[in-house]
């Protein structure tokens, strides 16, 4: 790469480097529009202005670390989810678009207008966020053990102009007393310590106690819907984001602590991704 170099000389440098990589030009484009503080279409309306050496500079050095395998999230700091725009940091998962779903399904939940709403390992605050922007009245409580994740949330709560969804530093149900609430959500960890998808892709670079719960994935989901029980108003709802495989051991956990109206939704690569249930 020389110096002086135009957008679209740039953009071809860029997918060449990443071309072993799944999205090389969507990457690419990515980190070149937030080094430059503009959007994607701006690259593409004016492919040949020429960049700054000093923006060239930056961007050649999150392309390499793009190369091996560090997320885009992390090199440009944000990530859009449902209708937000969210900061991230390594500290917690970044929002994967299949936990969108969870959201939609949530939102068609037949429940009070003012409901109570707990969202359990809330993270960036994705969910937690997603929900109060789409029901204001709803009072949305997002809890996360890792005090900086808790504070990462809080954050995203007042830049998407939602200050009023509370967060809380909390291992599961640990610091909610005797609160009760008419849904609880979650993306809890849900991948088996010895996955190969932990070697895989972003996960490389995330913290391994947001995506890995025991040897079948399955530790901190039976806490959730056991504990769930003791915090769910009569009638609540707890639906969980979980691994594709797993729908039918959650089935029998619900089942075995006596939840109602069980059922489950497939993402949009037809692999069961959401179970819910209601407590009597």
Known sequence: MTAGSSISELLNWA?????????????ARFILAHCMGQSTTY?????????????????????TKRKIGHPVAHLIGTRDFWTLSLEV??????????TELLVEQALHLPIDQTAKVLDLGTGTGAIALSLA??????QVTGVDVIESAVALAKRNGIANLLPDVEFLQSSWFDNLNARTFDLIVSNPPYV?????Y????????????ALTSGKDGLDDIKIIIEQSLKHLESGGWLM??????????????????QYTHIFHKKDLNDQPRISAAQKP
Do not use: C
């Not at 690259?43 to 392309?63: N, R």
């Open 43 to 63: 690259l593409m309306t004016w492919p040949d202005k020429i960049v700054d050496e000093d923006i060239q500079s930056h961007f050649q050095k999150l392309v």
């Open 89 to 98: 940091s390594p500290d917690t998962l970044i929002p994967r678009p299949e």
């Open 192 to 196: 088996e310590s010895d996955s190969h």
């Open 240 to 257: 969980i984001e979980h691994g594709y495989n797993q729908s039918e051991d959650l089935a029998k956990l619900f089942m075995q602590y």
């Open 15 to 27: 997918y060449q480097q990443l071309s072993a990589g799944e999205s090389p030009k969507t990457d």
């Open 198 to 209: 932990l070697l895989e892709g972003d996960v490389r670079f995330e913290p391994a106690s």
């Open 133 to 138: 922007q789409e029901k204001p009245d709803w």
